[in-house]
């Protein structure tokens, strides 16, 4: 075990976010309850530990998609938001329902990147998560779909989650997604990618291997996630992306096993 995987396990403060295509099933593209049920489970017993959770979600439009009866996610900017609007409450009934289970309270919060990067509007973000913290009760953030143009169109929960991480100086940020980390090539056309452990810095070859987005569903690649890594390694924050699949990814992640991919934070001078 390296250094950065060691010090996972001392974390306090950890914001988490889950992609759409780990919170949906390819086939159908309605929601993955086994999934989520089990993911709540994992966030809700590391609470139980002692660790102050985030949870940051995608998800809202897929949750809509599934109440709407459609097959496919739309082509338009105004139906995609729509379908956020209605699949927004869908989604947190459905977290609600398995926290509750568990015993815990969550808060939802609907922010946008304006609400991370204003002055003001960062400072009432932060005071409103900082408080709820002390509750004891768990964050869920969702981008605003509904009216966050720019944001439906380049998939930003991403870097909202690494932004959310930054403003409450949380000490670690897990991206669960649908592939097992950052690969030497893409492994889909290529049989000898290997996936990389550790990236120490972000340069030119990394953000190339990157690539585009993902999935159709989803609406944000790789790309945006070695953005988000890039904000959290400045901001002294450790950033994995690890397999949403895996139900036991959170737990493997912060008992400082191998897996997925880690950027260790930079070191402040």
């Known amino acids: 075990m390296n250094d950065a995987r060691k010090k996972l396990k001392d974390a306090k403060r950890i914001v988490i976010k889950v992609g759409t295509s780990t919170l949906a099933y390819p086939q159908t593209k309605k929601l993955n309850l086994y999934r989520i049920d089990h993911l709540i489970r994992e966030i809700s017993d590391l609470h139980n530990s002692g660790k102050e959770i985030i949870f940051v979600t995608s998800g809202a439009i897929a949750a809509g998609i599934n109440k709407m009866g459609l097959s496919e996610k739309p082509d338009t900017v105004t139906e995609n938001q729509a379908l956020a609007a209605i699949g927004q409450g869908v989604l947190m009934h459905i977290y609600e329902k398995f926290f509750a289970e568990y015993g ?8 946008t990147g304006n609400d991370t990067i204003d002055e003001h509007a960062r400072e009432n973000s932060r005071n409103s998560l900082l408080a709820i913290l002390k509750m004891g ?6 981008e605003n779909d509904a009216v966050a143009t720019d944001e439906i169109k380049i998939g930003d929960n991403d870097n909202l989650s690494a932004m959310v991480a930054t403003m409450i100086d949380a000490e670690v940020l897990i991206i669960l997604t649908d592939i097992d980390g ?14 990389i452990d550790e990236i120490d810095e972000i340069n ?34 450790t950033m994995l992306i690890v397999p949403g699949k895996d139900i036991e990814c959170l737990r493997k992640s912060l ?11 930079q070191k402040k001078i």
């Open 104 to 111: 815990k309270t969550m808060a939802q919060l609907l922010l």
């Open 137 to 142: 009760v768990i964050p869920v953030i969702n």
């Open 182 to 195: 950052v690969y030497s090539a893409n492994p889909k056309i290529d049989s000898n990618a290997k996936l």
């Open 204 to 237: 030119e070859e990394i953000e190339k291997l990157a690539g585009g987005p993902g999935t159709k569903l989803g609406t944000g690649g790789m790309y945006t996630k070695i953005q988000a890594a890039k904000i959290a390694k400045s901001a002294g924050i």
């Open 255 to 265: 008992s400082g096993e191998k897996i997925g991919t880690i950027f260790p934070a």
